[in-house]
C-alpha cells in the first residue's frame, strides 16, 4: 500500500510496512546504522539509528513505517544522541585505529567519522579483554568487539544450522565466542563472509594481516553515506 | 551421552525450547552443569555447545562449575542493609569458611549474593538450595550452618515437621505472608471456583472481554496497559495457537505482592488464567515463576492438579468445547525477564534478552504465536471482575483507576507487609496505615519507579494518572543515607542488564561511577549535568524497559532531594577536575615502571 510519511520536513511517499532506515535511505536521507544489515532481519543491538519518531526516539532499523508517521532525522538534539552512542561504543571497547588490520574498511571508524566525533564524551574503560586464536582460520580480537550480533545471527553452520559464534554471560561480563570445531569447518568463501560481515576489526582473518601492505593501502574512495545511500534499490 | 542426560533429553522430548528445564534438571541432579553435560546436551538438541552456554551463563543461579553441596545466596537488597545484612554477612562467612562469591574447601558450601528475592518484608533473608530463611541473624545463621554441616539437608531445617511441598503449611513454615489490610477484591476465602467458571463459560468469549473492558482494569505489572484491550488483540489475531502466560517473575525490588497471592490465593489466579484464554481462544498457558520462589513450585504445581481434577482445566472444561491447561516454567535468576518478551524468549530455552518490537507478543509471542502475558495480580482481580461484575469494580477507586491494588510495604515502618488500597489513597494515608515514624523518603515501583519526598509529595494519590504504583513501597526514614540506596539501585541496574544494547550496558556503568564519585565528595556540578544528560540519553535510546528506567533512582533524587547532592559537590580548583585523582593517576606509572624494570 502507497503511504505517505515525512521526513525531516519534506512529503515522501513510500510503501507501508518498510524499515525506516530503508526509507530513508531510498529518499537521500541518511541514518548511521552499524547493526544492521539490509535484507537481513533487524538486530536492533547498536542504537545507532536512532531517530525521532512521531515524537518518540526510536531504531530507525526496528520501525516498519505506516501512514502519516512524522520523522525526525537530522534535528540537532537526535543527531547528538546519536553522535554519544557512538562514543559510548569508543569508551566501552578498546579501539586503536592506527594499528586495526580493518582500518579504512571499518564501519565504526567509518560512523565515527560521519557523526563528527572528535573524541568520546565519556569515560574511557581500557576493559581488559582477552583474544581468542583457538580456531584455524579467524581470531577474535575481543577489544573491538561491539555486540553488534552479526555473526551471532547471520553466521551458521552449512551442514547443521548450528551457531558458530555466540555471546556468553550478560551485561559489561558479556563476551563474544567462537565454536572451534564449527569454525574449522568453515569454507573459505564464509570465513571471508564472516570478516567481512563484522562492522569492527573483531573477527579477523588468519594470515592475511592487511589486504594491501601498509604505504600502499587504498582506502574506501567513498564515505560509508555515499555507499549506504547507493546500496538503495532504485 | 550418560544415563541421566539421556533420560532427560527423552523426558523433554528433546525439545530445545524445554532448555531451561533441562538445565536444572542437570544442576539438581549433578550440582552444576559440567562442560560433558553441555555437550550432551547440545549433541541431543542439534545446538553448538556453545549456543547452550549461551542460555546457561545468561542466568545468575546456573553454574557451570561446581558451587557446593548447600548453594547459599543472601539477598543484599536496601533492605536487607538497613536490617543487619553485614552482621549476617559476617556470620556466613565466617560459620561456612568460604568467601562469597566461592566454595568452602571441602566443597560443602557455595556462597552468593542475590539481588532482591521476594522477602522484603523480612529481610535479611537467604535461599538455601529450594528453600528460604528469613529474619536471620547471625545466632540463626550459626544455627541453620551448623545443621547443615551435621548432615541435614536445608529442607529438614526450614521444615521440621516433614510437611510435604505441596502443602501451603511447607511455605508458611518458612514464609509469612504478613497481609496487613485486606480489601474487597484480593485473598477472599471459599470461592466456589467450579460455580464461577461455569457462569463464565456459560458466556460468549466477547462478552468477557467486554467486562474487562468495562471494569477498567488495568495490568499490575507496571505498565497499565488496558486488560480488555490486550484480550481483545489476542481474540483477533490470527494464530494455529495462541498462549496465556502468568508473569510471576516478580522481580522489582522491594515487591513480594505476588508471592502472596500464589500462597494465599493460587487458584484466584490460575482461574484468571482459564479465563483469559476461554476470552482469547488459548490452550496452552504457562506460568513463569522466578527461581527466588522455587518453593512454591510443588505446591503451585498441585493447585494445577486439584484444578485438572474438578475438571477446570485439561479437556472439555466443565463440559464446553474448551481445552486449556497450564504448565510452570521456572526463571533462574534475571530481573529482564520481568519484560515480557524476555519472559517469552526465556520460555523458549532461550537467554532472556528483550525482543525488538513491534511485533508485539500479542501479535507474535511465544513461539511465534499470539500471546497474552499478564501479571499474577491482573489475573486474580480479573476473575474476581468475571464473578462480581464491571460495576462493583468501576466502582472502587477513581475514575481513570478503578479498583484496588496490592502494595507490598517494606522498610522503617512498624507493619511491613500486604495492603491492598482503593486507587486514589493518598501517600500520607498509606505512611499512616503502615505505621511509618519519621518517613523522609518513599521508593515505589522499586528502583525503576520514583522517589517520593513525604513532605513534598504526601498529597499525592496511588493512581495511574499520579502515583502508578506496581506494587513495590520502600520506605526510608530521616536516619538513611539516600545516597547509597541511589549507588545500590545503580548497581542493581549495571548487574542485571541483559547487554543486548549499548546504552544500557555501558552508559549504566558510567552512571554508577558518577554515583561513586558524588560519594566520595569528588563530583563537581560538570557531573552533574553530565548525569542529566546521559540519563536522557539513556531513556531515549534503550532497547527495553530496564534500560530506559535505569537511571531513575539518580533524576528521582536529585529532583525531590537536590540538597543531598548539593552537600556532596564540590567547586573546581585549577585546571584538573576534581574526579581527577592524582596520586591513582601516578600509581599507575609506578606500576609500569616497575615491571619494565622486571622485564628488563
Known sequence: MRIHITLDGQSVITREGDMLVDVAASNGVYIPTLCYVRGKPCLGTCRTCSVRVNGNIMAACTIPVSDGMEVEVNEPEVTDMRKALVELLFSEGNHNCPSCEKSGRCELQAVGYEVGMMVSRFPYKFTPRTRDYASNALWLERDRCIFCQRCVEMIRDKETGQKIFSIESRGTQATIEIDVELANRMPPEQVREAAELCPVGCIIEKSLGFNDPIGKRKFEIKSIRERALERVDK | ?600
Request: hydrophobic residues 40%; glycine residues 10%; charged residues 25%.
Open chain 2, 1 to 600: 551421552m550418560n544415563q541421566k542426560t539421556r533420560q532427560i533429553l527423552e523426558h523433554y522430548h528433546s525439545d530445545k525450547t524445554r532448555l531451561m528445564d533441562m538445565l536444572w534438571d542437570l544442576q539438581r541432579e549433578d550440582g552444576y552443569i559440567s562442560d560433558a553435560a553441555v555437550a550432551s546436551l547440545a549433541e541431543g538438541l542439534n545446538l553448538s555447545a556453545l549456543d547452550v552456554r549461551e542460555t546457561l551463563s545468561f542466568y545468575h543461579f546456573f553454574h557451570d562449575r561446581p558451587f557446593g553441596k548447600h548453594k547459599i545466596y543472601l539477598a543484599n537488597s536496601v533492605i536487607a542493609k538497613m536490617n543487619g545484612y553485614d552482621d549476617v554477612r559476617n556470620a556466613l562467612e565466617q560459620e561456612t569458611g568460604c568467601t562469597f562469591g566461592g566454595v568452602d574447601a571441602s566443597g560443602t558450601f557455595g556462597l552468593g549474593d542475590a539481588n532482591c528475592i521476594g522477602l522484603s518484608d523480612q529481610e535479611p533473608a537467604m535461599m538455601v538450595d529450594e528453600v528460604v530463611f528469613t529474619n536471620l541473624t547471625a545466632a540463626k545463621i550459626r544455627d541453620v550452618v551448623t545443621q547443615l554441616k551435621q548432615g541435614k539437608t536445608a529442607v529438614e531445617i526450614a521444615n521440621p515437621q516433614g510437611v510435604s511441598s505441596k502443602d501451603v503449611a511447607y511455605v508458611d513454615a518458612m514464609v509469612a505472608s504478613n497481609i496487613r489490610n485486606q480489601g474487597a477484591v484480593m485473598f477472599k476465602a471459599d470461592r466456589d471456583y467450579r460455580a464461577i467458571l461455569k457462569a463464565c463459560l456459560d458466556t460468549h468469549p466477547q462478552e468477557v472481554i467486554e467486562t474487562m473492558t468495562n471494569a477498567s482494569l488495568r495490568g499490575r505489572g507496571g505498565a497499565g496497559f488496558p486488560t480488555g484491550l490486550k484480550w481483545q488483540l489476542g481474540r483477533n489475531a490470527e494464530g494455529d495457537e495462541k498462549y496465556i502466560i502468568c508473569n510471576a517473575d516478580e522481580g522489582e525490588p522491594g515487591t513480594f505482592k505476588d508471592r502472596v497471592l500464589l500462597t494465599r490465593s493460587p487458584k484466584d489466579v490460575l482461574l484468571g488464567m482459564v479465563m483469559a484464554a476461554f476470552a482469547i481462544g488459548s490452550r496452552h498457558g504457562i506460568l513463569y515463576l522466578r527461581a527466588e520462589y522455587c518453593y512454591l513450585r510443588d505446591y503451585l504445581q498441585q493447585q494445577i492438579d486439584a484444578f485438572r481434577h474438578e475438571g477446570l482445566l485439561g479437556e472439555q472444561i466443565l463440559g464446553a468445547a474448551f481445552d486449556f491447561d497450564i504448565r510452570i516454567q521456572m526463571g533462574a535468576g534475571a530481573y529482564v525477564c520481568g519484560d515480557e518478551t524476555a519472559l517469552i524468549e526465556s520460555c523458549e530455552g532461550k537467554r532472556g534478552t528483550p525482543r525488538v518490537k513491534p511485533p508485539y507478543p500479542i501479535q507474535q509471542g511465544y513461539l511465534g504465536m499470539p500471546t497474552s502475558v499478564n501479571n499474577v495480580e491482573t489475573l486474580a482481580i480479573a476473575s474476581r471482575i468475571i464473578e462480581k461484575g464491571s460495576d462493583w469494580f468501576s466502582a472502587m477507586g477513581t475514575d481513570e483507576s478503578t479498583g484496588t491494588r496490592l502494595l507490598s510495604v517494606a522498610g522503617d515502618c512498624d507493619r511491613p507487609g500486604i495492603y491492598e488500597i482503593e486507587w486514589g489513597t493518598t501517600l500520607n494515608e498509606v505512611m499512616q496505615m503502615i505505621g511509618a515514624n519519621d518517613p523522609n523518603a518513599v521508593q515505589i515501583s522499586g528502583p525503576a519507579g520514583d522517589c517520593l519526598s513525604v513532605e513534598k509529595d504526601g498529597d499525592r494519590e496511588f493512581c495511574y494518572s499520579d502515583l502508578s504504583c506496581n506494587g513495590s513501597l520502600m520506605v526510608f526514614d530521616k536516619s538513611r543515607d539516600i545516597l547509597h540506596v541511589v549507588r545500590d539501585f545503580m548497581q542493581f541496574f549495571v548487574e542485571e542488564s541483559c547487554g543486548i544494547c549499548v546504552p544500557c550496558r555501558a552508559g549504566g556503568v558510567d552512571l554508577l561511577h558518577k554515583m561513586e564519585l558524588v560519594i566520595a565528595g569528588r563530583a563537581s556540578q560538570q557531573d552533574i549535568d553530565e548525569v542529566t544528560s546521559w540519563s536522557k540519553l539513556l531513556k531515549a535510546t534503550s532497547r527495553c524497559g530496564l534500560g530506559t528506567a535505569s537511571p531513575n533512582p539518580i533524576l528521582a533524587t536529585l529532583d525531590k532531594f537536590p540538597e543531598i547532592y548539593a552537600q556532596k559537590l564540590v567547586v573546581q580548583k585549577g585546571a584538573l577536575l576534581p574526579s581527577f585523582d592524582m596520586d591513582a593517576a601516578m600509581a599507575g606509572y609506578d606500576l609500569a615502571q616497575k615491571s619494565l624494570v622486571e622485564e628488563a
